[in-house]
């Protein structure tokens, strides 16, 4: 049997008759405000003061790593649509990876994911899911702040994650998960690799996921649309390598159950060949692709 197209079992968010997506408040949110505005600070204070080229080396290295194994791999295509298997001692270390990108833990990303996709998918939504807001508005209110629904759904994480203590575990330590990695790379080589190691990577990478968000759902090519939604996604061209396949959005709008976005000729996902190479290793398997969803009626082909 097909998978579904969203890769999981059933939908993850439960909804009334009062549920809605449009109405709520975007809030000024201290503790995630004050967790990137630090990571800033020590940016700019590496790149002033420790600039040199093996810390940027070591900073593409760490940037790489968290973002391809831990983002793409782990959190994105794994945890949240389970677009292929593994054992779970992989993806434990990828999902951990993927919390050192600083932009939450397991159940924060899952629920942050996933009532994005919940609220673009219907007719209207509230402008904070939409990205519609001007470029600096948007990014303050994407990195700094929240947003509260006045009748929000009701999330329901499935049992395998809900009950991981692992995942519980650093969910709840979620920032200070960076701090052995802060005290390991200072031995390694000293204040430059913490600041360029995790301040200037947790920058970068917050800073750019909230980049590809916001044009992902402005404007550009698209393949595909899906019918009833009111939010579109968009592919960015010539993104495929630094993004690992995510860049592809109106694909994964279209697929979000695919483990393979970059699905057509010339669209670059590195995310995609690592799975491949670790299918060969005997690592992952059951990878889902376009072909292996189930049929969704409110999918049409458009040609640009």
Not at 109 to 125: E, G, L, N, S, V
């Amino acid at each position: 049997m097909a998978k579904s197209e969203n890769g999981i079992d059933k939908p993850r968010f439960l909804e009334a008759d009062i549920t809605d997506a449009s109405q709520g408040q975007v809030y000024w949110s201290v503790k995630k405000s004050l967790w990137i505005t630090i990571m800033y600070i020590g940016a700019i204070t590496g790149i002033a003061f420790y600039t040199s080229l093996e810390n940027i080396l070591f900073f593409l290295f760490t940037t790489a790593l968290v973002l391809c194994f831990g983002h793409s791999l782990g959190m994105h295509r794994r945890l949240i649509h389970n677009s292929f298997e593994c054992p779970q001692w992989l993806e434990h270390i990828m999902v951990y990876l993927g919390t050192l990108v600083g932009l939450g833990g397991p159940m924060t990303m899952i629920y942050t994911h996933d009532i994005r996709d919940w609220a673009q998918r219907k007719p209207h939504c509230h402008d904070y899911f939409a990205h519609r807001q001007a470029f600096f508005k948007d990014a303050w209110s994407q990195m700094h702040c929240d947003v509260k629904l006045v009748h929000p759904p009701l999330l329901d994480i499935e049992e395998r994650v809900k009950n991981n203590r692992f995942y519980q575990f650093i969910e709840r330590t979620t920032m200070i998960q960076q701090l052995p990695w802060a005290i390991l790379f200072y031995a390694l080589g000293g204040w430059g690799f913490v600041l360029w190691g995790i301040c200037a990577r947790v920058a970068i990478c917050v800073t750019g996921h909230w980049l590809i968000g916001y044009f992902a759902h402005r404007n550009g090519h698209q393949d595909w649309h899906v019918e009833g939604a009111g939010v579109q996604g968009y592919n960015i061209k010539f993104s495929g390598l630094i993004t690992f396949g995510e860049c592809w959005h109106n694909n994964h709008h279209a697929f979000p159950g695919s483990a393979k976005i970059g699905i057509n000729k010339g669209q670059s996902d590195p995310g995609w060949w690592v799975l491949k190479l670790l299918e060969y290793l005997g690592l992952t398997w059951a990878l889902q692709t376009p072909e292996t969803l189930a049929y969704r009626k409110e999918l049409r082909k458009v040609s640009q």
